[in-house]
């Protein structure tokens, strides 16, 4: 069962370019047989002489990156992007979301759906469609958004993951905060999920824990990727002895069970440069406790944690207000994903404490577990967790903060109704937010 | 990949689009080693092959290159300066149809210039314009480059300025404007600034300001490092943001240095539109980013580094300094202290092997020595291109859209004051036909309101500003 990736402006282009090269090594370098043919299905399709093509589409309002990215992965010599999965335009958005949104997206919608509509037929059945793209921009964002919409019109049974990149908060983008408010506001009607990875997290772990002195858009790229894909490489779902051939949507339905709670956020342990990885042995008690105090106090990494934020202590009969612990990260859903070495013997139990849980909602219902006993991308063991939880409520709430103090000024919005986006628009927008902040607070 | 058009209006602004171009073929010849017609060329040049008669529509991309030619207009109003450029070494880079050319010159007087010359030559110019877009697939922006102070430049150019924004609206107009000292010779160009002004304000999509004292201090900055050559600090000399070795063009004329300058500027803010990196920044991207507001369009240069030394060994402390040196007001392409004001935008174009986490570090290092305007705290654009300028590993450009540029606008509105009150030269302007009484007072205005705009908003500084109180939902 396939997925099809669609990249959209120069981040979702420059990830998803990388995002195929982990996949691709990952599953060449496996030596069980079957996750190796199972990865290359999902994800590639196979030519007459094993070459691999990435079943994927790649947009973008300028040339230059997609001329690149495919350069790139061609360079490989592993796999290559088809011929004529591209579509490029020349003048870019400039950083608009509106002009991404109502110029670029209605006038080469056709273009686009037809593209996608080509490498979807060349899937046996198609499990789901992944789109990747950075909230901060003007077509990642804008054009994004309205390519979303028509996937979702084009394909009302499919599920549509849409991974975004959260901008640096001390600017890349100075519209970055309008341009995340209304592609997230927009997105939220009719995505089923957003899966979010923040530059500054990812910045951290680069620096903190891979130890690299010069971080460059490659390096953050390599881990947002490998935190994708130890998602989506081929895991045993159920109890069943078959790699799960649903791999998006049973995503979807472990961890977003409420409408109103689409945003997900992702923790990976461990993580390490490969210098060191070499020299480090790993017990599943270990970074499993790790994992789960990463979760509860929201650390975002495996360094740093606070280990004195604790789940409140509650009864399962007492069923009022949930209490109110300091730093306590709650959980909607939380998906956890084990790969390596002696996987079956992994004690799995404190994700299962309804504790870290909304108490109205079985706990059989808001933890899921995946495994698979195949290492992953180097790791003898590794554990991701997603988690559908307050961990990125700070994040959002500064970001529309910031985003409406500007707007009280009235600061570029000039620039945004030249493109049809008014006043009105926005305001639709800071509620939407508003409802999802207050929607996720009262957890 | 768009391309951009440069319009070259009067002496100042042909002599610095003659830098230009200079530098625009050595920064190309340095890169395009295999001497293919590439995408970064094609933003500024068509190629051309002259064997055919109609002057050829060579203009394949990834072909050989045949001959280039500048996708410009060039106007002058006096023959002198366009006939220097036809008979030195960059003749081949235009055609004799891109030059609009009289004899006779304005007299440093902005009506004549305006009126009586933008009547004449409209429509040439509106044909010799529509030509050049034609060669492009793609056109993004015009690049206008005059003075202020005179009267072709400055007349003629806002004219031409108006008749873009007309004929061409979709296409981003950026203008580089050069100011006059205080100390200028040329009595009347309070007048003729502040009338160009006003079409600034109205017309252009952004302006970058340069003042002729800022680049002859950095000029003199330079020489004077250059001269002083202590041991193990000895200046590349082609390296330097004022140098045209490597250049078409042999022997140096006066003002080539500081012309060079703002040259480098202008190769500077199009370099990642250009050329490939991890993080573009095209032009549309600075006219979003940098203009909260429809007037205050006018943003502040400044450059780093000013040249490399000869030491090979560049630790990390040397990429700190450009960024901190880019907000010196030693590198400042008009004389303002932004540090000392209030930044409304800033942006910043890096160029080189220079990473993303090097301008995080310096980002986090810098900000707080920075004022910024409360709903704008982390207002900052960056952009990251892999190709370095000639001569360098590493430059940066620095775009402030900053109140610092009221004190300069005050100023000049002072000297402009000085004359108008006595009523001096009046009447040169007055008997020109198309001219006013209305059009000074006008021009006086349109700035006073924009320079009150700036102070509005430099009231603000330091002012702790309270969070706008945010929509309350019903839960």
């Known amino acids: 069962m396939s997925v099809v990736t669609v990249q959209l402006g120069q981040c979702g282009n420059q990830v998803g370019q990388e995002f195929f090269s982990v996949l691709c090594n990952d599953s060449n370098n496996a030596k069980d047989k079957l996750y190796k043919d199972c990865g290359h299905e999902r994800f590639f399709r196979e030519g007459p002489s094993q070459d691999l093509t990435a079943r994927a589409i790649l947009i973008d309002m300028e040339p230059k990156v997609i001329c690149q990215t495919i350069a790139k992965a061609a360079k490989s010599g592993k796999w290559r992007y088809g011929d004529n999965a591209h579509f490029c335009q020349k003048r870019g958005s400039g950083n608009n979301w509106a002009n991404g949104f109502s110029v670029h997206g209605p006038k080469h919608k056709e273009v686009v759906q037809d593209l996608v509509r080509k490498e979807v037929e060349q899937c046996d059945r198609l499990s789901g469609i992944l789109t990747m793209m950075s909230l901060a921009g003007g077509t990642g964002s804008g054009m994004g958004t309205y390519i979303t919409q028509c996937l979702r019109d084009m394909y009302p049974h499919t599920s549509i993951l849409n991974h975004v990149t959260w901008p640096y908060n001390t600017g890349e983008v100075i519209v970055q905060n309008y341009n995340s408010v209304l592609t997230l506001s927009h997105l939220y009607q009719f995505s089923d999920a957003i899966l979010v990875h923040e530059n500054d997290t990812v910045h951290k772990i680069c620096a903190q824990l891979m130890n690299i002195k010069h971080i460059s858009f490659n390096d953050v790229n390599k881990v947002i990727t490998h935190h994708l894909g130890s998602v989506l490489q081929p895991v045993y779902t159920a109890s069943s002895s078959r790699y799960s051939r649903n791999p998006i949507g049973e995503f979807m339905s472990s961890l977003v069970n409420h409408p109103e709670y689409k945003l997900l956020s992702l923790q990976n342990i461990p993580q390490m440069s490969s210098t060191s990885l070499a020299y480090s042995v790993f017990n599943w008690p270990g970074l499993l406790k790790h994992l789960r105090q990463m979760l509860i106090a929201n650390a975002r990494m495996e360094e740093g944690i606070d280990w004195t934020v604790r789940a409140p202590s509650v009864s399962r009969s007492d069923r009022g207000r949930p209490t109110r612990e300091l730093g306590f990260n709650r959980s909607l859903a939380n998906l956890l994903i084990l790969r390596g070495k002696d996987v079956a013997s992994a004690e799995i139990g404190g994700f299962k404490d309804p504790a870290l849980y909304v108490p109205w909602l079985p706990v059989e219902s808001a933890f899921s577990s995946w495994s698979s006993a195949v290492p992953f991308n180097g790791y003898e063991k590794s554990a991701t967790l997603v988690s559908n939880s307050q961990s990125l409520l700070g994040p959002l709430n500064s970001m529309v903060g910031k985003a409406w103090n500007m707007f009280a000024s009235r600061a570029y919005i000039h620039q945004y109704m030249k493109f049809g986006i008014s006043e009105e628009d926005f305001l639709d927008s800071f509620t939407v937010l508003e409802q999802v902040i207050s929607s996720y607070s009262q957890l | ?475």
């Not at chain 2, 002599?15 to 395009?32: I, K, P």
């Not at chain 2, 009221?406 to 007055?430: G, M, N, Q, V, W």
Request: glycine share 6%; proline share 4%; with cysteine.
């Open chain 2, 1 to 475: 990949m768009t391309q951009s058009i440069v319009v070259q209006v009067g002496q100042c602004g042909n002599q610095v689009g003659c830098r230009f171009w200079d530098l625009a073929l050595r920064e190309h010849a340095h890169v395009n080693k295999k001497g293919i017609y590439d995408e970064a060329l094609s933003s500024f040049f068509r190629n051309v092959d002259t064997r055919r008669s109609d002057g050829g529509a060579a203009q394949i991309t990834g072909g050989k290159i045949s001959t280039l030619k500048a996708r410009a207009v060039l106007v002058d109003m006096e023959e002198g300066v366009v006939n220097e450029i036809l008979q030195g070494p960059l003749r081949e880079v235009f055609d004799s149809t891109q030059l609009i050319t009289d004899v006779s010159g304005s007299g440093n007087n902005w009506a004549v210039g305006h009126w009586t010359y933008g009547s004449t030559y409209r429509e040439q110019i509106v044909e010799q314009v529509r030509r050049a877009a034609e060669h492009c697939d793609c056109l993004q922006c015009f690049f206008l480059i005059h003075s202020m102070g005179g009267g072709t430049g400055s007349g003629l150019g806002t004219y031409v300025l108006k008749l873009l924004e007309e004929e061409f609206p979709e296409v981003y107009r950026i203008v580089t404007s050069v100011y006059p000292s205080a100390e200028d010779d040329v009595i009347t160009s309070p007048y003729n600034s502040i009338l160009a002004m006003r079409e600034l304000t109205e017309h252009a999509d952004c302006v970058l300001p340069v003042e002729n004292q800022s680049l002859v201090d950095i000029v003199n900055k330079i020489r004077h490092m250059s001269q002083s050559g202590k041991g193990g600090s000895v200046i590349k000399k082609d390296s330097t943001v004022i140098s045209s070795k490597g250049g078409v063009s042999g022997v140096e004329k006066p003002f080539d240095a500081m012309n060079n300058i703002v040259a480098n500027l202008l190769l500077n803010i199009t370099s990642s539109a250009r050329f490939e990196g991890s993080l573009n920044m095209d032009m549309n991207e600075i006219t979003m980013n940098l203009v909260p507001f429809p007037r205050l369009h006018y943003l502040v240069p400044s450059l780093t580094p000013l040249y490399t030394l000869a030491d090979v060994n560049i630790p990390t402390r040397r990429l700190d300094q450009m960024f901190s040196d880019a907000f010196s007001k030693d590198h400042q392409l008009i004389r303002a202290d932004p540090k000392h004001s209030l930044y409304l935008a800033c942006a910043l174009m890096v160029r080189g092997n220079v990473q993303v986490s090097d301008l995080r570090r310096n980002i986090e290092r810098l900000r707080p020595t920075l004022p910024f305007v409360s709903w704008n705290q982390e207002g900052w654009k960056t952009g990251l291109c892999s190709v370095p300028p000639v001569g360098h590993t590493h430059a940066l450009l620095a775009l402030a859209n900053n109140t610092c540029v009221r004190p300069t606008f005050s100023e000049l509105r002072e000297r402009f004051s000085k004359l108008y009150r006595k009523k001096a030269h009046l009447h040169h302007y007055l008997q020109v036909e198309g001219m006013e009484q209305a059009c000074f007072s006008e021009a006086l205005s349109s700035l006073s309101s924009l320079i009150e705009e700036y102070s509005q908003l430099d009231a603000t500084k330091g002012a702790c500003m309270p969070d706008a109180p945010r929509l309350s939902i019903a839960t």
